[in-house]
């Protein structure tokens, strides 16, 4: 499944990576692969835990 990242660098220069499709679903970092490389790990832990509740997969 793909699911549409954003990332933004806020007023502090940290990039800030988000999946809107997945709420809570956040990471940061100093660079953009930073932040890239962090919310693909959020990602994948996000939905492991949807799973493990037995909780719908939401869809991108």
Known sequence: MKYR???E???DG?????????PGCISQG???QEALS???EA???YLESLAAHD???LLP
């Open 38 to 40: 962090g919310i693909r």
């Open 5 to 7: 990242v954003l990332i």
């Open 30 to 32: 100093a660079t953009r």
């Open 9 to 11: 660098q806020d007023e």
């Open 14 to 22: 940290v990039f800030v990576a988000e999946v809107p499709s997945l």
């Open 43 to 45: 990602m994948a832990l």
């Open 55 to 57: 909780d719908p997969i």
